[in-house]
């Protein structure tokens, strides 16, 4: 994510947060807010991968959305198969 960083305060279940105090401890993380940013980082990604399914999914769904992806797909079918051709070669 970016490099700019701003401090904010939550409340956690004192079990997590002891384990991720242990965790730093015992050098598995860099440090607590390594971890909590870590952990963060891969749950935005969780949701956005989940929310592009779903926008993908409704998308599915559209006669002019699917008409138009099949247009696509056949006028690269060409350059597709060229390009499987060549894979070889290198």
């Known amino acids: 994510m970016g490099s700019k960083v701003k401090n904010a305060t939550f409340s956690l279940p004192i079990e997590l ?13 860099p440090s607590i807010n390594s971890g909590v940013r870590e952990a963060l980082e891969e749950y935005v990604i969780k949701i956005e991968k989940e929310r592009l399914y779903k926008e993908m999914l409704k998308a599915s769904e559209d006669p002019l959305f699917m008409k138009d ?10 350059a597709d198969s060229e390009t499987e051709k060549g894979e070889e070669e290198w």
């Not at 947060?17 to 993380?29: C, G, H, M, R, S």
């Not at 992806?69 to 060409?78: F, G, R, T």
Request: no cysteine.
């Open 17 to 29: 947060l002891d384990k991720i105090k242990e965790y730093a401890n015992k050098n598995y993380i």
């Open 69 to 78: 992806l099949e247009e696509n797909m056949k006028l690269y079918e060409y």
